[in-house]
């Protein structure tokens, strides 16, 4: 797990080298993965852990009872349902760099009528360690049982956990050369320099990275037990998201970027002006000019040339899973199952601040073209003065719907054990721009692709102690909505060249397991095939083009070792060792299309798909690290019961032969040349210390627990991404 700048909740997990977006998050069952680019926002989570139950982690190759699969893996979360036991609890916490915590749970635990109830609430806030990151969080959680009979059972589980949050930008990571510059002009030490913390020229505080979201999610669970070999469950959900955070917006008619809000770029602090030439981007003291910007636009005869956008994300999404299980026989256990889901993402930017200015002149109006919105051509509707509460750049909806089957066989007979699974799916997206489009334009063509996964394995018990089992699997995976348009935020334009992402995966492994050692070796393969990447862009007559390059693929292969000792009953040892070899294992090429689909040569003029005028690009990157995540990673863990009622443990981790994260998209390809990527950074290596312990006692009667915790015990200073 990798903390993203510092933020509260801005956080990803990596598993074998492949980030939230290829692999699979679910909470009970229900995906929570973003529909759109597939990514997980733990930030709006935070607060379930007081209500988990369990928490299933499988890497690689399994089982998985949903209809659109992960290549690195599954996560999912098991709340707290009619098994919690009467009673409850309210606690407090608190910790370093201001951090609080409030919460409180009640259980009713099963009536005789079959009624059950859980009830959460929590509040947490604080700083994090980087400057100006205050947060505050809340987390509320419902869970309500009926048990009709032995056979009927609804559950209905509602939670949410609305937060708001300080961020550093998202190109706030710097070279060590400018962190050294940071505190040797600036006096800010041990990396926490934020390059958007600062004050306008009224003193008050402001930023351009701030966040706010809710995402309740809902769902109605209905179990029945057929009969002894039977059962269905079936649960229908609705998550409502709203919020988003701060986005910078500029009139480039004047030079201006949104860039400009950024305090640092790729690397490296900014230590110009504005496009002034005047106002410097940083104060001496290394805050960001906010009064500056103020005086920009109060200057202005043309108005704002800077101001702030909240760039809203909301979502309405509905979805319906149902799973029977039943048993053929006396050996073959099957299960098999549909998945639909309907997603509708609205996504716009509302100025929220014109920073003293009388007005904003959004210059993105000046891209819509006059054949998709007849206001184009209007002089007076492209230069309209905007203000607070007016939209600017984007105001799109994204539509995504998915449909899905998925099947598991399991044979169990003696010492051998084996299974075949898959999955079936068709999705479909489509937008409605509101922007760049008039409502005759509006609505784009729907796009269906259609994906699917097999995967089969075997176990073998050699005794009763030793196991060993081998899983294959393949995927081909619909692309994701931001490569099935090639501008998902500004164009209905489709991208007709996108295909699947493919994936080959195979685990070969071994497990000892006695009444005192448990322990698994597990050696993976990953093959990742046709990571897509486009680019849109002019060509020297000024006619568009757009490119789709696929066969980008990357090979993630490795080691992996956990296990679990207990020599006597007050003890308990875990280790684990993963090593990894995570390569980008080709190069690339692309080449240039016009909307309708025909080749275009450098020129701008169309000619034969292939032909040696057809303009290209190529990407050389075969054999270079995937960064992000480190891939050898090692811990040692020991818990100690001192008595009944006192506990206490430590834990040990190291990060070792860890790449310094980079992204390559289509932005980084140039028409006629080939664009080299050059080795990461290899980040030190480090390790962490953290220390636990807990206490329990009475207090009036009632059961109390004092819990302590020391993470990074030696305050080791290390880079994790």
Same mark, same amino acid.
Do not use: C
């Given at each position: 797990a990798n903390r993203q700048g510092g933020g509260f909740g801005d956080s990803e997990i990596y598993m074998r080298g492949f980030d939230n977006t290829n692999t699979a998050t679910m909470i009970n069952g229900v995906p929570v993965n973003d529909m759109e680019n597939g990514s997980v926002y733990q930030s709006n989570w935070s607060g379930l852990r007081d209500v988990v139950s369990v928490m299933q982690t499988q890497r690689g190759v399994g089982a998985s009872k949903v209809s659109s699969p992960s290549i690195g893996g599954t996560i999912n979360i098991i709340t707290k349902g009619a098994e919690a036991k009467k009673g409850g609890f309210a606690s407090y916490a608190m910790g370093s760099h201001g951090f609080n915590k409030l919460a409180f749970s009640l259980s009713t635990g099963l009536s005789e009528k079959g009624w059950a109830m859980t009830l959460l609430g929590s509040k947490e806030w604080g700083n994090n360690a980087p400057q100006g990151l205050e947060f505050e969080g809340y987390t509320w959680f419902l869970s309500l049982v009926k048990k009709f009979n032995s056979n009927h059972q609804l559950t209905l589980t509602a939670f949410g956990s609305p937060q708001t949050h300080q961020q550093r930008s998202a190109n706030g990571a710097l070279t060590i050369a400018d962190?050294?510059? +940071?505190?040797?002009?600036?006096?800010?030490?041990?990396y926490r320099y934020n390059s958007v913390y600062g004050f306008d020229k009224h003193g008050r505080r402001r930023t351009s990275g701030?966040? %706010?979201?809710?995402?309740?999610?809902?769902?109605?669970?209905?179990? #029945?037990?057929?009969?002894?070999?039977?059962?269905? $469950? +079936?649960v229908a959900y609705i998550s409502l998201g709203r919020g988003g955070g701060y986005s910078g917006q500029a009139n480039e008619n004047y030079g201006y970027s949104f860039s400009n809000w950024r305090g640092s770029n790729y690397g490296s602090l900014v230590t110009g002006t504005f496009a002034d030439g005047v106002t410097p981007v940083l104060n001496p003291d290394g805050t960001f000019n906010y009064a500056g910007i103020q005086?920009?636009?109060?200057? $202005?005869?043309?108005? $704002? %040339?800077?101001?702030?956008?909240?760039? !809203?994300?909301?979502?309405?999404?509905?979805g319906f899973i149902s799973n029977y299980n039943t048993k053929f026989g006396s050996y073959i256990d099957f299960y098999g199952g549909v998945d639909f889901r309907y997603y509708k993402g609205t996504h716009t930017n509302e100025i929220i601040d014109l920073y003293d200015g009388a007005y904003f002149v959004d210059s993105s109006r000046g891209k819509a073209l006059p054949a998709n919105n007849k206001n184009a051509s209007n002089e007076a509707w492209r230069n309209e003065k905007l203000g607070v509460g007016d939209v600017v750049y984007r105001?799109?909806?994204?539509?995504v719907m998915q449909e899905g089957a998925f099947f598991q066989a399991e044979y169990t007979r003696d010492q051998v054990s084996a299974f075949v699974a898959g999955s079936l799916s068709n999705t479909t997206y489509w937008r409605y721009d509101r922007f760049y489009y008039?409502?005759?334009h509006a609505k784009s063509p729907k796009v269906n692709k259609v994906g699917f996964n097999l995967k089969?394995?075997?176990?073998?018990?050699?005794?009763?102690?030793?196991? %060993?089992?081998?899983?294959?699997?393949?995927? $081909?995976?619909?692309?994701?909505?931001?490569? +099935?348009? %090639?501008?998902?935020?500004?164009?209905?334009?489709?991208?007709?060249?996108?295909?699947?992402?493919?994936?080959l995966m195979v685990d070969l492994g071994y497990g000892f397991n006695n009444s005192h050692l448990q322990m698994n070796v597990v050696a993976y393969y990953i093959n990742w095939m046709d990571k897509s990447m486009i680019k849109y862009g002019m060509m020297e007559n000024k006619a568009e083009y757009y490119m789709n390059m696929t066969g980008v693929d990357a090979v993630h292969k490795g080691l992996e070792i956990d296990l679990k000792y207990n020599p006597f009953r007050w003890l308990e040892l875990?280790?684990?060792?993963?090593?990894?070899?995570? !390569? #980008?294992?080709?190069?690339? +090429?692309?080449?240039?299309?016009?909307?309708?689909?025909?080749?275009?040569?450098?020129?701008?003029?169309?000619?034969?798909p292939g032909s040696a005028d057809h303009a290209w690009a190529s990407i050389k990157l075969d054999g270079v690290k995937v960064g992000g995540s480190a891939q050898t990673t090692a811990a040692l863990g020991t818990n100690i019961r001192i008595s009944k009622d006192l506990k206490i443990g430590a834990d040990w981790v190291y990060y070792g032969r860890n790449y310094a994260y980079y992204s390559f998209s289509g932005n980084n390809l140039s028409l006629g040349k080939e664009v080299s990527v050059l080795d990461p950074w290899k980040v030190p290596a480090t390790s962490t210390f953290d220390i636990n312990a807990s206490y329990r006692f009475k207090v009036g009667g009632l059961n109390a627990v004092l819990i302590g915790n020391v993470t990074n015990l030696f305050n080791n200073l290390y880079i994790t991404k």
């Open positions: 962190w050294e510059k +940071t505190e040797r002009l600036y006096g800010v030490k041990d701030y966040n %706010m979201y809710h995402k309740p999610q809902i769902s109605l669970n209905h179990q #029945w037990n057929i009969n002894d070999r039977s059962s269905l $469950s +079936t005086h920009i636009n109060a200057t $202005s005869e043309n108005g $704002s %040339m800077l101001v702030m956008s909240e760039s !809203k994300n909301n979502h309405n999404w509905y105001d799109y909806d994204g539509h008039d409502e005759q089969g394995g075997a176990n073998y018990n050699l005794n009763e102690n030793h196991h %060993m089992f081998m899983n294959v699997g393949y995927l $081909s995976r619909a692309p994701k909505f931001s490569n +099935t348009f %090639m501008q998902d935020n500004t164009s209905n334009v489709i991208n007709k060249q996108a295909k699947n992402e493919k994936a875990t280790g684990m060792l993963s090593l990894g070899d995570w !390569k #980008w294992s080709n190069n690339a +090429t692309g080449y240039a299309f016009n909307a309708q689909g025909r080749a275009l040569t450098a020129a701008g003029t169309e000619t034969t």
